[in-house]
Structure formats: structure tokens, C-alpha cells
T-cell receptor, first 109, second 114 residues
Framework: SQQGEEDPQALSIQEGENATMNCSYKTSINNLQWYRQNSGRGLVHLIL?????REKHSGRLRVTLDTSKKSSSLLITASRAADTASYFC?????????FGSGTRLQVQP | DADVTQTPRNRITKTGKRIMLECSQTKGHDRMYWYRQDPGLGLRLIYY???????NKGEISDGYSVSRQAQAKFSLSLESAIPNQTALYFC?????????????FGPGTRLLVL
């Protein structure tokens, strides 16, 4: 069974608004990553945050990590219609990545 | 990622048939993975390989087998396909030398088992 849960499962916002997605996990991690998937396509890596980091930025993306709560969040600022996709968190376990169930983001133009 | 290719992109087969999905990469990565994705769900790991002589079972390996023919090639076989193996299959690679385990995904193979 998957070891990550994401919240919300689906999110619909207007263009220009911010989108926040949350991820929880159950085990100790080395790092946590966020990936994006356009419908039916392969996943694309967005950003990685190490277990000793609390916050990281990349362009319009901001990721936070709280290892005490075993949770992470992804914030997309000033969203665009092109941000419409599914977003997955994944953490490195003992040998391979474990993916969450994903958040489907719809950005209305 | 165009450096990770999968063939075929779409496949329809019948219950009981043996089929093979192939993955090739030009990234020079040592690690390769096979995942399946069911509608509305995340990815589940089937098998992974850290080197040509290394094969490891993932979360859902039953009914599947793999072969790492070379560093650049990793194939997934369904020994006797069944309808609940209908899914989207992804191959991925990563490079241990970066120590970050970022994975690079192929475009996926859509499999329908009738």
C-alpha cells in the first residue's frame, strides 16, 4: 500500500490564485520530492527538499517540510492555466521512491 | 523525458497472453524502475534495478518479471496477462551519483488486457 497521502485530492482555483497541496508520510525520509504529471503523461520532477531543510523555493514553487509532523506542502503562486496537472509527492525510503496518491489541480482561466 | 523511451506506447492484449514492455535510456543512469499507475491513483513500484546484475521486487511484483539486459535497457514482462493488469506503466531512471534520487520518467505504456 502507498505510504503517502495527499490533501486535497482535487483542487480547483482561478488563474492568478495560489494553490496549496499537502503531503503526509509515515516513515523516516532522506528527502522529499514533488512531481507533476500532465494527463496520461510521464511524471516530471519539480523540486527536492532534503530532510534537514525546512523550506525551498524554485520560481513560483515553494516547498516546506516538517519532519516532526511528517508532512510537506507545495505552494504554487500566481497560478496559470498551464499549471493544470496532477501533483505527487514522493519520498526516498530505504531503496526506492514511494509516491503519494496525488492532488489533481485545475486552474480555471 | 525524451532520454527515456518506452515501447510500445499502447498495447491491447488478451487474458493469458505473455507480453513484454521495453524501456531504454540514454541518460547513462545506473538505476531503473518500473511502476504502474491506475486511474486516479499514484504510482506503485513493480520492480527496480540498481545495476545490470541487480533485480529487486517492489510493492506489487506478483504476475510480473523483469530483465536488465544492459545498463540502458530494462524490460517488464507479464507472464500471463489478466484484466486487472490493465493500467498505465512507467519506466524511470535515476543516477546514484547525484545522491538525490531524482527520477526521470518515460512517456508511459497504456496497456489494456481484455
Amino acid at each position: 500500500s502507498q505510504q503517502g497521502e495527499e490533501d486535497p485530492q482535487a483542487l480547483s482555483i482561478q488563474e492568478g490564485e495560489n494553490a496549496t497541496m499537502n503531503c503526509s508520510y509515515k516513515t523516516s525520509i532522506n528527502n522529499l520530492q514533488w512531481y507533476r504529471q500532465n494527463s496520461g503523461r510521464g511524471l516530471v520532477h519539480l523540486i527536492l527538499i532534503r530532510s534537514n531543510e525546512r523550506e525551498k523555493h524554485s520560481g513560483r514553487l515553494r516547498v516546506t517540510l516538517d519532519t516532526s509532523k511528517k508532512s510537506s506542502s507545495l505552494l504554487i503562486t500566481a497560478s496559470r492555466a498551464a499549471d493544470t496537472a496532477s501533483y505527487f509527492c514522493a519520498h526516498t525510503g530505504r531503496r526506492a521512491l514511494t509516491f503519494g496518491s496525488g492532488t489533481r489541480l485545475q486552474v480555471q482561466p | 523525458d525524451a532520454d527515456v523511451t518506452q515501447t510500445p506506447r499502447n498495447r491491447i492484449t488478451k487474458t493469458g497472453k505473455r507480453i513484454m514492455l521495453e524501456c531504454s535510456q540514454t541518460k547513462g543512469h545506473d538505476r531503473m524502475y518500473w511502476y504502474r499507475q491506475d486511474p486516479g491513483l499514484g504510482l506503485r513500484l513493480i520492480y527496480y534495478s540498481f545495476d545490470v546484475k541487480d533485480i529487486n521486487k517492489g510493492e506489487i511484483s506478483d504476475g510480473y518479471s523483469v530483465s536488465r539486459q544492459a545498463q540502458a535497457k530494462f524490460s517488464l514482462s507479464l507472464e500471463s496477462a489478466i484484466p486487472n493488469q490493465t493500467a498505465l506503466y512507467f519506466c524511470a531512471t535515476s543516477d546514484f551519483r547525484t545522491a538525490q534520487e531524482t527520477q526521470y520518467f518515460g512517456p508511459g505504456t497504456r496497456l489494456l488486457v481484455l
